[in-house]
């Protein structure tokens, strides 16, 4: 099972950018994390595998929804109102399991290969 993450690029604040994380293999509960220089992972959201949970971190709630194709086998996460605070290399990672919002980066087994956001102020 492998998990290509896409869409990063650089944007400027007030903008909008659209990660995609494609999985191989079965359907998963997916997560997307962040890490940004000289800080640890933090989590930004989660989709069940289902389709049906969400899960959003405080600090991109309202402006981030994450959103997910099954037939596709992938999970999109739309960015809006993007701050430079949001830079960030972006992982997206998945895990079996009943559906759920897994939002603990150590319940996942699978990660992507991480893609870089970059917003410019």
């Known amino acids: 099972v492998q998990l290509q993450a896409s869409g990063g690029g650089l944007v400027q604040a007030g903008g909008s950018l659209r990660l995609s994380c494609a999985a191989s293999g079965r359907t998963y509960n997916m997560g997307w994390f962040r890490q940004a220089p000289g800080k640890e992972r933090e989590f930004v959201a989660a989709i069940s595998w289902s389709g049906g949970i969400t899960y959003y971190a405080d600090s991109v709630k309202g402006r981030f929804t994450i959103s997910r194709d099954n037939a596709k086998n992938t999970v999109d996460l739309r960015m809006n109102s993007l701050e430079p605070e949001d830079t960030a290399v972006y992982y997206c990672?998945?895990?079996?399991?009943?559906?759920?919002?897994?939002?603990?980066?150590?319940?996942?087994?699978?990660w992507g290969q991480g893609t870089q956001v970059t917003v410019s102020s």
């Open positions: 990672a998945a895990t079996p399991g009943l559906p759920r919002a897994v939002i603990t980066d150590t319940e996942y087994r699978l």
